[in-house]
C-alpha cells in the first residue's frame, strides 16, 4: 500500500475515475497492527484496484474531513466521492473486511 503524506496527495488520489481504497491508520494502534498481519491476501485479491494507507496523526484535518473516528478505518473513493466507509468496530477479522469490499464492489 502506498502512503499519503499531505492533505494534497490525499485529495488528488481520491479524484480517480476508478475507485481507491483508503487504510486510515496510526503507528500506536494494536488493531491496526493486527490487521497489517492479514490485509495482504485481500488487497491481492482486489487488485483492481488500488491501495493506500492515510497515517490519521499526520492527517488529521483529513481524517476529520472524512468523519473518521476510529482506526483502523476503511474508505473507498471516486471522483472525489466517498463511496463506502467501514467503521473501526466492523473491521476487525479478514471476513469483515471481505463483506465489506464484496458488498462494496458487487
Same mark, same amino acid.
Given at each position: 500500500? =502506498?502512503?499519503?503524506?499531505?492533505?494534497?496527495?490525499?485529495? @488528488?488520489? #481520491?479524484?480517480? /475515475?476508478?475507485? %481507491?481504497?483508503?487504510?486510515?491508520?496510526?503507528?500506536?494502534?494494536?488493531?491496526?497492527?493486527?490487521?497489517?498481519?492479514?490485509?495482504?491476501?485481500?488487497?491481492?485479491?482486489?487488485?483492481?484496484? =488500488?491501495?493506500?494507507?492515510?497515517?490519521?496523526?499526520?492527517? @488529521?484535518? #483529513?481524517?476529520? /474531513?472524512?468523519? %473518521?473516528?476510529?482506526?483502523?478505518?476503511?474508505?473507498?473513493?471516486?471522483?472525489?466521492?466517498?463511496?463506502?466507509?467501514?467503521?473501526?468496530?466492523?473491521?476487525?477479522?479478514?471476513?469483515?473486511?471481505?463483506?465489506?469490499?464484496?458488498?462494496?464492489?458487487?
Amino acid at each position: 500500500m =502506498q502512503s499519503i503524506n499531505t492533505t494534497d496527495y490525499f485529495k @488528488e488520489t #481520491v479524484q480517480s /475515475d476508478k475507485p %481507491v481504497i483508503i487504510k486510515f491508520e496510526a503507528g500506536w494502534c494494536p488493531d491496526c497492527k493486527a490487521m497489517d498481519m492479514w490485509i495482504d491476501p485481500i488487497t491481492e485479491k482486489y487488485n483492481d484496484y =488500488q491501495w493506500f494507507t492515510v497515517n490519521r496523526d499526520e492527517l @488529521e484535518d #483529513v481524517a476529520a /474531513d472524512n468523519d %473518521v473516528m476510529g482506526i483502523p478505518s476503511l474508505l473507498v473513493f471516486k471522483n472525489g466521492e466517498k463511496l463506502a466507509h467501514l467503521h473501526s468496530a466492523n473491521a476487525k477479522s479478514p471476513e469483515q473486511v471481505e463483506s465489506f469490499l464484496e458488498e462494496t464492489f458487487k
